[in-house]
């Protein structure tokens, strides 16, 4: 009789015991989200090279070419990547002809090519003025000032000296479309030029101030002709807003030099697209 009670009595904690489990809630567990890959990016590598022919030993041809080489970075193989190495092929083009590459040709086989010629002038040059011993040189150099998944801003600086009262020089900016390869006009990113002008003109006075000094009157830097400050041609895209450069003679005499103008993106506030072409790196 005991041990009839004994075989209920464990029968029924296992019926309970069962019960219990069935009813006690799974325990949760986070699912595991597959990682998203990394969207593309754009790689930038830069290559230099100098030649150099002398015809005495102070008297010298130099030629200096320097240009970034361009490449996608990415964890996956999407079709994005495949459409950003095709602009950035476009691109290693754009930035070769900035050089003056010929197609098929190497840097390394332009700046001898350059080289040569600027010897040449230099020879000229020494003839006409024997006593003259100076040396000749031209530098170009193309550089990626800033780039983001939708925009490559390059800098281009060209100087050269053939023996003149001073050097030639000259720069450039320009702000490239990742998506499509093609150069961004200032309208797409400002289409009220107009708006900006008073804001230039603050800016570029501001940029020739001596350090902890007011900005001198506009008109004391500017041409006599020069009214109004135009929006310059010389344009990039960078983190901080839109970067404005005005070259020797394009405004001013060649003493004023280079100005550079940034506007930022709260500076521009709403006459800028800062969400399609703005955003940190």
Same mark, same amino acid.
């Given at each position: 009789?005991?041990?009839?009670?004994?075989?209920?009595?464990?029968?029924?904690?296992?019926?309970?015991?069962?019960?219990?489990?069935?009813?006690?809630?799974?325990?949760?567990?986070?699912?595991?989200?597959?990682?998203?890959?990394?969207?593309?990016?754009i790689?930038?590598?830069?290559?230099?090279?100098?030649?150099?022919?002398?015809?005495?030993?102070?008297?010298?041809?130099?030629?200096?070419?320097?240009?970034?080489?361009?490449?996608?970075l990415?964890a996956?193989?999407?079709?994005?990547?495949?459409?950003?190495?095709?602009v950035?092929?476009?691109?290693?083009d754009?930035?070769?002809?900035l050089t003056?590459?010929?197609?098929?040709?190497?840097?390394?086989?332009?700046a001898?090519?350059?080289?040569?010629?600027?010897?040449?002038?230099?020879?000229?040059?020494?003839?006409?003025?024997?006593?003259?011993?100076?040396?000749?040189?031209?530098?170009?150099?193309?550089?990626?000032?800033?780039?983001?998944?939708?925009?490559?801003?390059?800098?281009?600086?060209?100087?050269?000296?053939?023996?003149?009262?001073?050097?030639?020089?000259?720069?450039?900016?320009r702000?490239?479309?990742?998506?499509?390869?093609?150069?961004?006009? /200032?309208?797409?990113?400002?289409?009220?030029?107009?708006? /900006?002008?008073?804001?230039?003109?603050?800016?570029?006075?501001?940029?020739?101030?001596?350090?902890?000094?007011?900005?001198?009157?506009?008109?004391?830097?500017?041409?006599?002709?020069?009214?109004r400050?135009?929006?310059p041609?010389?344009?990039? /895209?960078?983190?901080?807003?839109?970067?404005?450069?005005?070259?020797?003679?394009?405004?001013?005499?060649?003493?004023?030099?280079?100005?550079?103008?940034l506007?930022?993106?709260?500076?521009?506030?709403?006459?800028?697209?800062?969400?399609?072409?703005?955003?940190?790196?």
């Amino acid at each position: 009789m005991l041990r009839a009670h004994v075989a209920a009595l464990s029968m029924l904690l296992c019926l309970t015991a069962c019960a219990g489990q069935t009813e006690r809630p799974a325990s949760e567990r986070t699912p595991t989200l597959a990682a998203s890959p990394a969207p593309p990016t754009i790689y930038v590598a830069d290559t230099t090279v100098t030649a150099r022919r002398c015809v005495t030993a102070s008297s010298c041809a130099e030629v200096t070419l320097a240009m970034p080489r361009l490449s996608v970075l990415t964890a996956g193989n999407g079709s994005d990547s495949t459409v950003l190495a095709a602009v950035v092929t476009s691109l290693g083009d754009s930035l070769r002809l900035l050089t003056g590459l010929q197609p098929g040709q190497s840097l390394p086989q332009r700046a001898d090519s350059l080289v040569v010629r600027l010897e040449r002038e230099l020879r000229g040059k020494r003839r006409a003025v024997p006593q003259w011993d100076g040396g000749f040189s031209r530098d170009v150099r193309v550089r990626v000032l800033w780039h983001s998944p939708a925009v490559l801003t390059v800098e281009v600086v060209e100087s050269a000296f053939t023996g003149g009262a001073h050097g030639d020089y000259e720069a450039s900016l320009r702000s490239y479309d990742l998506r499509t390869g093609h150069r961004i006009p /200032i309208t797409a990113v400002i289409p009220d030029t107009a708006a /900006i002008v008073p804001l230039l003109e603050q800016g570029f006075a501001r940029a020739k101030a001596d350090p902890g000094a007011s900005p001198p009157p506009l008109a004391s830097l500017l041409f006599p002709e020069v009214q109004r400050l135009p929006v310059p041609v010389h344009f990039g /895209i960078v983190a901080d807003g839109v970067q404005f450069l005005y070259n020797p003679y394009d405004v001013a005499s060649w003493a004023v030099g280079r100005t550079d103008v940034l506007l930022t993106w709260e500076q521009l506030s709403g006459t800028a697209d800062r969400t399609r072409w703005g955003g940190s790196r």
